[in-house]
């Protein structure tokens, strides 16, 4: 029986010990040096163009003008080709975005949709209907919130993001960059990435694919970085 359990124990530390050197791969190869390229819907055959139509013709109801169409490529490590649309509401000053990758291996992904503002001091709220990501909290930056809401269609995210944002930025003080061009919004993604790809370069590989696993097995759908705390400090200062 102890023979038994001690054979248990070092098959489970093997596993560990492989499922680590696994992840530490996947943390290496993590895309930086996004470079955003010109396309168009028939550069990509597996493209779901009545998807994209659909996606299209939904968001433009909301206000929303397309701008856009990229191809999505990066200098370091490994990105599956993806296509992207960019949208613009030139009333509520935020964007939204209609993406589908497509991996070497396996079939093409659904198309995801994400909405996004930018607000002042480098302040940045996105909700997406993507489901939340192993990875995500990992790479969370201190002045980022994000919010899952998946399988919410695009009507959804807009009222959803847009009834967040007002109080958030008058909790934090901040304003709504209304008036960022289109080359404004792909240095900010450019940006983000690469502060990410610094943040989970610094990170302890076995401590991070711990906390990996455990937000696969407890998911949250709200990430909001330092907000609770820069809240607090703000309450702090008026009580003062």
């Not at 909700?127 to 995500?136: D, G, I």
């Not at 991070?208 to 607090?232: C, E, H, N």
Request: charged content about 20%; proline content about 6%; overall charge neutral.
């Amino acid at each position: 029986m102890a023979q038994i359990t001690v054979w248990i124990l070092v098959a489970i530390a093997l596993g560990f010990v492989v499922s680590v050197a696994r992840w530490q791969t996947y943390v290496q190869s993590m895309p930086a040096g996004l470079e955003f390229e010109p396309a168009h819907p028939e550069d990509f055959s597996q493209l779901n163009q009545g998807q994209l139509d659909q996606y299209t013709e939904e968001i433009a109801s909301l206000g929303f003008s397309p701008i856009a169409d990229f191809k999505v490529t990066a200098e370091l490590g490994k990105l599956s080709p993806c296509f992207f649309r960019l949208f613009r509401h030139p009333e509520e000053g935020c964007h939204a975005v209609v993406s589908q990758s497509f991996p070497e291996k396996g079939n093409s992904l659904s198309q995801k949709c994400w909405i996004t503002s930018f607000l002042e001091q480098g302040w940045t709220l996105r909700t997406t209907n993507e489901s939340p990501y192993a990875l995500a909290p990992l790479i969370h930056l201190s002045h980022y919130i994000l919010n899952f809401r998946p399988n919410a269609t695009p009507a959804d995210l807009f009222q959803f993001h847009v009834s967040q944002r007002m109080p958030i930025a008058s909790a934090l003080n901040l304003e709504v960059l209304h008036s960022l061009s289109t080359e404004d919004v792909l240095i900010k993604a450019k940006e983000q990435n690469w502060r990410e790809k610094q943040i989970i370069k610094r990170q302890n590989v076995a401590l991070s694919f711990v906390k990996a696993v455990w937000f696969s097995l407890r998911p949250q759908r709200d990430l909001l970085g330092d907000y609770p705390s820069a809240i607090a400090q703000r309450q702090k200062n008026s009580d003062q």
